[in-house]
């Protein structure tokens, strides 16, 4: 993709000027224009045409994005929790002396590893990083993980094994255009990536097909060619059924295999157990509609697959995904001009966040914390000695799983609401209560703050500068747009006085976002997610620059496998995987599907969104869809308030009859908290590789119905 300078704003429509910047939400990560007034009335927001994502569209979450700026519900005052219990306004010095004085206690007493760290895929680069050295450096724990774990992780870690790198897209959105089919499982763009949707409609435009998996006819299945109404959890024997027919029907592509692959023959002895009679009892889907799948995808001249959470967010996920690009190996697709695999990350920062040492395993630019030679290069730009770095630590659910005596007794949380977020929230309360230190660092207050000790104000997205990665893995900038209230602080600088307290703040001495990135910059230096290249200049010339990008010369690299894949031999890695059963699968008690999702009025766990009147009322409540001929046998209406029950717990909703669910499934999202949240319902089953909980699937039974 060619390089867009910024435009300048003399050269904008009058209605059109502002600042450039991007949306606070999704991993699209859309370019906004934010008008000049940086203070007074709330800035008015629109979408920047010239920006080559979104092309000047927009959600109604980014076009609401600026009332979160001076809403009357921010709390801009540091705050304590009484001895009663109820918080009290206190100073920044009183706030920062009690967390770091705790947090040193509590290390002596117990060890480092006594206090955890929990972050999100919606920081900045600048302070996913720092938060990350703030753990390893400042507290030396090995305990950190962040919210991104219940994203990406399954899609990242199938990904690193298969082509040795992970970039969520290896290829730039536009690429959608000119794909000749594009395959979608397990992703509601329509709903979660929405003005994305574009890309599709020129797709289609140009005479391409688009085939949808979903056990939803969701919005974006309503719109494809092909729409595959696949059971939750089969989504692997899908793929393996599709191999199948493609091995069967000669449709691969043997060359390729030959030449840039390993692995193939296992894969395809699994994949020939897959016939599309028995892949028809597993998923659901007719042997007619498999086989189209599959000749439209082989035969077109390009053509790629994309996956979301529906297909990874299960305990079998990361095989799930690896059946997926096992299959477009065997096509000879990846890395051929707008073709081949991709996960269309889903937080703002998932990509860079996952990047840059916020899990538990990893250090900056994708470096592992296991390998001696990676810890050594990043103890260098730290200035630490190699072995003060903690080695890996516990993944998100098992951190969150370990709290409380005997286990992490301090949790400092960074930008995520982990009380709505994670699986099986009836086991997490009563573990958040019992911690000895619960720090919250946010602008709002949430479900995860109501069980906090100390809550720290900080700046939101359109008050300080910084970058972000969005889902091609284009490095792009946030810029100030906005003045904070009196009160609030900016993250770098609570890291910055926090670790005086700790006694090494000449470590974190970074009073600026790009300060902060210039060191991140060496700190990846080498490494497979390689900023080195990427300054705030280029960025600012190129309108985003795509990692890897080793020098300041390099202009990036906007498509990844064109010649060879980042395993030593250069070759891709298949991957044999068979289908198994979920953690949870349905029984004569619990007879019934539960899955989740989103919707577009809301994002993740709805801190946010549930604070904005024009996104409240669009969708006030979640709703539990339920198709027609079970609510039929259940006496359900559109309007009844059902009580769906799995062996956890219970949660009560408002009943929406429809056929777009499949009969034997039922869906609710996932964004509100309290007695409303869908997450009372998953488990917490993981999977083996990522640690990915099991959030698209868990066993439930209609428990009441009141009409």
């Given amino acids: 993709m060619s390089a867009i300078p910024p435009i300048p704003l003399s050269t904008l429509p009058e209605q059109a000027l502002g600042v450039r910047t991007h949306c606070p939400y999704c991993a699209f990560q859309c370019g906004i224009l934010m008008g000049e007034d940086l203070g007074g009335d709330m800035p008015r927001v629109s979408g920047d045409p010239h920006f080559p994502v979104n092309n000047g569209q927009l959600c109604i979450k980014g076009w609401s994005s600026a009332a979160l700026l001076q809403h009357p519900q921010r709390v801009t005052t540091p705050q304590l929790r009484d001895e009663q219990g109820s918080w009290r306004d206190a100073t920044w010095d009183e706030a920062l002396d009690f967390v770091a004085s705790k947090m040193i206690a509590l290390r002596?007493?117990?060890?480092a590893d006594a206090n955890g760290v929990f972050g999100s895929g919606a920081l900045t680069n600048e302070k996913a990083y720092l938060l990350g050295k703030f753990a390893r450096v400042a507290l030396g724990t090995a305990n950190i993980d962040y919210n991104g774990r219940f994203c990406m992780s399954s899609a990242a870690a199938a990904q690193n094994r298969a082509f040795g790198l992970d970039r969520g897209l290896p290829f730039p959105v536009a690429d959608v255009e000119h794909a000749e089919v594009v395959m979608l499982i397990g992703a509601n763009t329509a709903d979660t990536l929405p003005p994305m949707m574009q890309w599709f409609d020129r797709q289609k435009a140009a005479g391409g097909r688009l085939i949808v998996a979903d056990p939803r006819r969701s919005s974006t299945a309503r719109v494809a060619n092909l729409f595959l109404q696949v059971t939750p959890g089969t989504d692997l024997a899908l793929a393996n059924g599709l191999l199948y027919v493609a091995i069967e029907e000669r449709l691969t592509d043997e060359h390729y295999i030959a030449d840039r692959t390993t692995g193939f023959d296992a894969v395809q002895a699994i994949a020939l157990q897959y016939h599309p009679a028995r892949v028809e009892r597993l998923t659901g889907i007719p042997e007619a509609q498999l086989r189209q799948a599959v000749r439209w995808l082989a035969t077109a001249h390009s053509s790629m697959v994309l996956t979301g959470r529906g297909t990874e967010q299960h305990s079998k996920g990361v095989d799930s995904v690896h059946a997926w690009i096992n299959?477009?190996?065997?096509?000879?697709?990846?890395?051929?001009?707008?073709?081949g695999y991709g996960t269309l990350t889903?937080?703002?920062?998932?990509?860079?966040?996952?990047?840059?040492?916020?899990?538990?395993?990893?250090?900056?630019?994708?470096r592992l914390i296991e390998v001696d030679a990676h810890?050594?290069?990043?103890?260098?730009?730290?200035g630490v000695d190699p072995s003060t770095l903690p080695r890996k630590g516990k993944s998100a659910c098992e951190l969150l799983d370990s709290l409380g005596p005997g286990g992490v007794r301090s949790l400092f949380v960074m930008g995520s609401n982990v009380a709505v977020a994670a699986p099986h929230l009836s086991r997490l309360e009563p573990k958040l209560k019992s911690l000895d230190l619960l720090v919250v660092c946010d602008a709002f207050h949430n479900e995860t703050s109501a069980h906090a000790h100390v809550f720290l104000p900080v700046f939101q997205w359109a008050e300080e500068d910084g970058t972000m990665t969005n889902l091609e893995g284009r490095v792009i900038r946030r810029r100030i747009v906005a003045r904070p209230p009196t009160g609030p602080r900016g993250d770098l600088e609570v890291f910055h006085e926090l670790a005086m307290r700790l006694g090494c703040g000449e470590k974190f001495a970074l009073r600026t976002a790009e300060s902060a990135f210039n060191e991140l910059r060496r700190a990846t230096a080498g490494a497979p997610a390689d900023y080195s290249g990427i300054?705030?200049?280029?960025?600012?010339?190129?309108?985003?620059?795509?990692?890897p990008c080793p020098s300041e010369e390099h202009t990036g690299s906007p498509r990844m496998f064109t010649e060879r894949f980042a395993h030593?031999?250069?070759?891709?890695?298949?991957?044999?995987?068979?289908?198994?059963?979920a953690g949870e699968e349905p029984d004569a008690e619990f007879p019934l599907l539960?899955?989740?999702?989103?919707?577009?009025?809301?994002?993740?766990?709805?801190?946010?969104?549930?604070?904005?009147?024009?996104?409240?009322?669009?969708?006030?409540?979640?709703?539990l869809e339920i198709h027609p001929r079970l609510a039929r046998r259940h006496r359900v209406v559109t309007g009844s308030r059902v009580t769906i029950e799995s062996r956890r717990a219970k949660v009560e909703f408002v009943a929406e009859v429809t056929p777009d669910i499949r009969p034997d499934t039922l869906f609710a999202p996932f964004h509100w908290g309290g007695r409303s949240a869908a997450n009372l319902l998953t488990s917490a089953a993981l999977d083996p590789v990522s640690r990915m909980p099991e959030f698209k699937l868990a066993a439930v039974r209609i428990a009441k119905v009141k009409t």
């Fill in 594 to 623: 539960f899955t989740t999702g989103r919707y577009k009025e809301h994002y993740n766990s709805g801190a946010q969104t549930r604070t904005v009147g024009r996104l409240v009322n669009a969708q006030p409540v979640p709703r």
């Fill in 108 to 111: 002596d007493q117990y060890g």
């Fill in 535 to 547: 300054t705030y200049a280029k960025i600012e010339h190129q309108d985003g620059v795509f990692w």
């Fill in 327 to 339: 299959l477009m190996l065997a096509l000879g697709k990846v890395g051929k001009p707008n073709s």
């Fill in 346 to 366: 889903g937080q703002g920062n998932g990509q860079g966040g996952r990047e840059h040492g916020q899990k538990a395993d990893q250090l900056p630019g994708y």
């Fill in 375 to 382: 810890r050594a290069a990043v103890a260098q730009v730290w």
């Fill in 568 to 581: 030593a031999d250069g070759r891709a890695k298949f991957f044999a995987v068979e289908h198994r059963a």
